[in-house]
């Protein structure tokens, strides 16, 4: 499938220097070809000698910021903003500087916070960060810092939009700085050995109680005493547990935002299964950024190609003249009318896909 991609035509959109745009083009189809990350694999998928490929990847590291890019891909029509994290296991990297410990305490490997837009049910990334236990404690700082950093200065980006969080970020901190940062959140919450508190303005505790098939609303409740938040829980057929939701929007289209909530965990499975995340192998924790980027940015393509081509074997489920209401539109998803954010990627996708079933 790789074969019909032609990933320069999207690299000449994404990246302002044309040279530069052909390297981070060879260097994604080679990725697509290798389907890894490390940089012996992807210079073996390159034209001319693999020595000489693997010095090329090597400039290009050093002569652009492939992070910077990403960023072009937010789209500003989306409802809300996805953050989430996952483990990058690394068995073997038992020097590599940015490489720690993991939760278990004894696998090697590293964290990266994704940040991405929802698309058609799955997410097309943005944004990332990287930390490891390693690095939390050589910089003396912590998970919470790392986080924080991922945040801040997104107000500008944002707006109105909420990001939304699961039970990862449920903590006070975090929240904290959110507030400062002006952002709206929905975030799950953690219920796990220590459940987090609440109270009301009366001063009493809030309890998070509720049976199956209810749905709870607190509305004004105070997390740990410092945070005012709205609380929703709802408790479905065939779940083990309730889903419980706080944010600093109304609660039930907090809610309503939750269960939209794209499944990032499959964009992650697709990195580390079809393009070799977890197959990094760069020395430098800057290094090993610029690559995931440039990953990330492959995959987006392909996630686009992919929906277009999928539209055009089955149709697509909503066309350009027909108006979809508030009510019935996904959220998460564009407004028709508004629909026109990367416009010239679109065209680019289309004329790709063109190509692709000529090809075929």
Known sequence: MHKFINIWLFMQTLFEDQTIANKAAEIGQAIL?????????????????????????????????????????FQEQAEFLIADVTEVQRPQAWKTEYVGTLRDGKTKGFWVLLLGSPYRGRVIPCGLTTYSSKTIAASLDSRNLNHFRAFAGLKDLLGERPVVLDREFSYLELLLQLVEEQLHFVIRLNLGSHPPQFWDDDGRQVALTISRGETVIHHRVWYRGKVCVNLIGSWGQGFREPLWIMTNLEAQQAQRIYLARMKIEETFRDLKSLLGMGRLMNKQQTYMEKMLALLLLVFAIGLLLGERLRDHLYGEPIRDHQVVSEKERIPGSFPVEEGQKMEALFRLVHFAQTEMVASV
């Open 33 to 73: 070809a290798a389907g890894s990350l490390r940089l012996t694999e992807i210079a073996a998928k390159m034209r001319g000698r693999s020595a000489a490929s693997y010095k090329r990847i090597q400039r290009f590291l050093q002569q652009t910021d492939p992070r910077e890019v990403l960023w072009r891909l």
